[in-house]
């Protein structure tokens, strides 16, 4: 809804309005037996549908930002129900704008960051997802290997011929020896942030890896450079799109990247060209998890978006956490979602994601001493998940989530950044920070845990790991801006 800048007296008005209903509803519940209510609450939406159309658009809305003011469950409900129930205005261009403006003010008290949503009959790629007319509106462009090679021949920059290329080969083994990767790539502008998810690698084997604003695309079958997606030069640089995570759909056609400043970007590999910006987080966007066609996202505010990039409004769901996620996926089932916190909490949520309602509860919360980053489901038996606690806990830990309890654990001395399980091999894989930095390979036998080997050659932590479909090659990114590959 719009009010005119400083029409102090209308915005009273509402909320007053506002907290009359709340009141209201704190005596009558949403389902059953009372119609009266359900008949108020038509009459109360409304009366504010006719009020907001009767007056101008707004330069502004007093609202505060981020967590300055949080509302209550009871408003942001209301909030959330007229967002859902209020028929759009093709009129008014400024509509999608609004409509993503209220969903996040409902969520989290805030404005909306991300000014670019799908508009409602845009044509669709070849994923089915809804694409932008152009990948250059949205400020990102796609550039193959083959044209970057091209470029930095004709300019000729010194500078740039002593540039560390990304995927460029640092070392490589004639034999791959026990516990030696078999080659070495250079991975410049890696952030060093615990907290971020930087590589994946596809159904297809190309590796995603994110450095610093630009996705390095890399294929681990002919062992060569794809391409990169990358903001344009001509952007500010205060408004560069640093990137916090990444995430390939399930069919590996599509890659989900979220970036620091909460936008969330959609781009479809296959045309390597179209683009479209989901709504978005107030807050740094830490976890990616693809569910089918549905994509949940997690933000360092504690907020859990449930998108679907089909549907002409994408948010069909959210729940929330006191804590800031750090990590977030579907089981292999798809029957459960985990999510991780800074607060060493594992919460368990069934797959009814509809509905934007903060009274959302997980179905099992789990507790660990340390901030849940390092987190997998077991493939071959769904019921199980591992966590790695960080540097003031070093436990590896598996976990039933039927019963809730953890089954086994392996105090590894050393802080856990991240957690793959190998699912043709029947191996566990984790990667280390102090004191060795290493990656190891970890046999589980109910109930018997045991490392079989230790992979060593990072001289800073180990940040992230991903695995080639087959589970015979491992993948890992330190903060030592070097990406290794271990044969199995």
């Given at each position: 809804?719009?009010?005119?800048?400083?029409?102090?007296?209308?915005?009273?008005?509402?909320?007053?309005?506002?907290?009359?209903?709340?009141?209201?509803?704190?005596?009558?519940?949403?389902?059953?037996?009372?119609?009266?209510?359900?008949?108020?609450?038509k009459r109360f939406r409304r009366r504010i549908i006719r009020r907001s159309s009767s007056e101008g658009p707004a330069a502004s809305t007093p609202l505060a930002t981020g967590r300055q003011c949080e509302p209550s469950f009871e408003l942001d409900a209301v909030c959330q129900r007229l967002v859902l129930d209020s028929p759009p205005r093709h009129h008014e261009p400024e509509q999608t704008v609004l409509q993503g403006n209220?969903?996040?003010?409902?969520?989290?008290?805030?404005?909306?960051?991300?000014?670019?949503?799908?508009?409602?009959?845009?044509?669709?790629?070849?994923?089915?997802?809804?694409?932008?007319?152009?990948?250059?509106?949205?400020?990102?462009?796609?550039?193959?290997?083959?044209?970057?090679?091209?470029?930095?021949?004709?300019?000729?920059?010194?500078?740039?011929?002593?540039?560390?290329?990304?995927?460029?080969?640092?070392?490589?083994?004639?034999?791959?020896?026990?516990?030696?990767?078999?080659?070495?790539?250079?991975?410049?502008?890696?952030?060093?942030?615990?907290?971020?998810?930087?590589?994946?690698?596809?159904?297809?084997?190309?590796?995603?890896?994110?450095?610093?604003?630009?996705?390095?695309?890399?294929?681990?079958?002919?062992?060569?450079?794809?391409?990169?997606?990358?903001?344009?030069?001509?952007?500010?640089?205060?408004?560069?799109?640093?990137?916090?995570?990444?995430?390939?759909?399930?069919?590996?056609?599509?890659?989900?990247?979220?970036?620091?400043?909460g936008e969330i970007q959609l781009w479809d590999v296959e045309h390597k060209q179209t683009m479209t910006c989901l709504p978005s987080h107030l807050s740094v966007v830490r976890a990616l998890s693809w569910k089918q066609q549905l994509l949940s996202s997690g933000s360092v505010l504690g907020r859990i978006h449930h998108l679907d990039p089909r549907a002409p409004a994408p948010l069909v769901g959210a729940a929330v956490h006191?804590?800031?996620?750090?990590?977030?996926?579907?089981?292999?089932?798809?029957?459960?979602?985990?999510?991780?916190?800074?607060?060493?909490?594992?919460?368990?949520?069934?797959?009814?994601?509809?509905?934007?309602?903060?009274?959302?509860?997980?179905?099992?919360?789990?507790?660990?001493?340390?901030?849940?980053?390092?987190?997998?489901?077991?493939?071959?038996?769904?019921?199980?998940?591992?966590?790695?606690?960080?540097?003031?806990?070093?436990?590896?830990?598996?976990?039933?989530?039927?019963?809730?309890?953890?089954?086994?654990?392996?105090?590894?001395?050393?802080?856990?950044?991240?957690?793959?399980?190998?699912?043709?091999?029947?191996?566990?894989?984790?990667?280390?920070?102090?004191?060795?930095?290493?990656?190891?390979?970890?046999?589980?036998?109910?109930?018997?845990?045991?490392?079989?080997?230790?992979?060593?050659?990072?001289?800073?932590?180990?940040?992230?790991?991903?695995?080639?479909?087959?589970?015979?090659?491992?993948?890992?990114?330190?903060?030592?801006?070097?990406?290794?590959?271990?044969?199995?």
């Amino acid at each position: 809804m719009r009010l005119k800048t400083g029409d102090t007296n209308d915005w009273d008005n509402l909320r007053r309005m506002l907290r009359d209903f709340v009141g209201k509803r704190r005596h009558c519940p949403f389902k059953g037996q009372n119609d009266a209510h359900h008949v108020s609450y038509k009459r109360f939406r409304r009366r504010i549908i006719r009020r907001s159309s009767s007056e101008g658009p707004a330069a502004s809305t007093p609202l505060a930002t981020g967590r300055q003011c949080e509302p209550s469950f009871e408003l942001d409900a209301v909030c959330q129900r007229l967002v859902l129930d209020s028929p759009p205005r093709h009129h008014e261009p400024e509509q999608t704008v609004l409509q993503g403006n209220l969903q996040e003010t409902a969520l989290a008290g805030g404005v909306f960051h991300c000014g670019a949503v799908s508009p409602l009959n845009t044509p669709c790629s070849a994923g089915g997802w809804p694409a932008t007319e152009n990948a250059r509106e949205q400020g990102w462009v796609w550039r193959a290997a083959v044209q970057e090679a091209r470029t930095a021949q004709q300019t000729g920059s010194d500078e740039r011929k002593h540039d560390l290329q990304p995927f460029a080969v640092l070392d490589k083994a004639s034999v791959g020896l026990q516990g030696k990767s078999v080659m070495k790539l250079a991975a410049p502008s890696l952030l060093n942030d615990f907290y971020t998810n930087l590589l994946d690698c596809s159904r297809n084997g190309v590796i995603a890896l994110a450095l610093g604003s630009s996705v390095y695309l890399w294929n681990s079958e002919t062992r060569a450079l794809v391409g990169h997606l990358s903001p344009q030069m001509e952007r500010p640089r205060h408004q560069t799109q640093s990137i916090s995570c990444l995430c390939w759909s399930t069919d590996g056609r599509a890659l989900c990247i979220g970036t620091r400043q909460g936008e969330i970007q959609l781009w479809d590999v296959e045309h390597k060209q179209t683009m479209t910006c989901l709504p978005s987080h107030l807050s740094v966007v830490r976890a990616l998890s693809w569910k089918q066609q549905l994509l949940s996202s997690g933000s360092v505010l504690g907020r859990i978006h449930h998108l679907d990039p089909r549907a002409p409004a994408p948010l069909v769901g959210a729940a929330v956490h006191e804590e800031g996620i750090c990590s977030l996926q579907w089981s292999p089932g798809d029957d459960r979602l985990a999510s991780g916190s800074t607060d060493g909490l594992l919460c368990l949520w069934d797959s009814d994601v509809a509905g934007l309602t903060r009274s959302r509860q997980p179905i099992t919360t789990l507790k660990q001493p340390s901030a849940v980053k390092a987190m997998a489901w077991c493939p071959w038996q769904r019921k199980t998940i591992a966590t790695g606690g960080g540097w003031k806990d070093g436990e590896l830990r598996i976990w039933d989530t039927e019963s809730g309890t953890c089954v086994t654990s392996a105090n590894t001395n050393s802080q856990i950044c991240s957690v793959r399980w190998a699912e043709e091999k029947r191996y566990l894989v984790t990667g280390h920070g102090l004191p060795h930095h290493q990656v190891t390979c970890w046999t589980w036998e109910f109930p018997s845990l045991s490392p079989t080997y230790q992979l060593t050659g990072h001289s800073h932590r180990v940040l992230h790991l991903t695995l080639n479909p087959d589970g015979t090659q491992i993948f890992s990114a330190g903060a030592d801006q070097r990406l290794h590959i271990w044969d199995m």
